[in-house]
Nanobody
Framework: VQLQASGGGLVQAGGSLRLSCAAS????????MGWYRQAPGKQRELVAA???????NYADSVKGRFTISRDNARNTIYLQMNSLKPEDTAVYHC????????????????WGQGTLVTVSS
């Protein structure tokens, strides 16, 4: 199982970016998925999460600016980031709670490799 994140880049404050994270491999289903970020010198923090039923949860710092969504048919989640601020600068990682199918049948958290978002002031 692999999670591939993409969409990061350099943007000016007030701008927008859309991140994508696609899961591939021996996937039976995916439960919760989410985006986390880690800024230099800081701990990794949850940005947004979404259940396979579409329920969402956001960090207070991004509420009203970021939107998480998912396409279950494509095993993909997205993070639409609007009104970006310099403090949003970080490496963004995606995570998925993946149920691996036959013959192994187990659930495990998999992480993507991270994509860098840089917001200039």
């Amino acid at each position: 199982v692999q999670l591939q994140a993409s969409g990061g880049g350099l943007v000016q404050a007030g701008g927008s970016l859309r991140l994508s994270c696609a899961a591939s491999g021996s996937i039976f289903s995916i439960n919760d998925m989410g985006w986390y970020r880690q800024a230099p010198g800081k701990q990794r923090e949850l940005v947004a999460a979404i259940t396979n039923g579409g329920d969402t949860n956001y960090a207070d710092s991004v509420k009203g600016r970021f939107t998480i969504s998912r396409d279950n048919a494509r095993n993909t989640i997205y993070l639409q980031m609007n009104s970006l601020k310099p403090e949003d600068t970080a490496v963004y990682h995606c995570k998925g709670s993946v149920v691996v199918g036959a013959p192994l049948w187990y659930e495990h958290d998999y992480w993507g490799q991270g994509t860098l978002v840089t917001v200039s002031s």
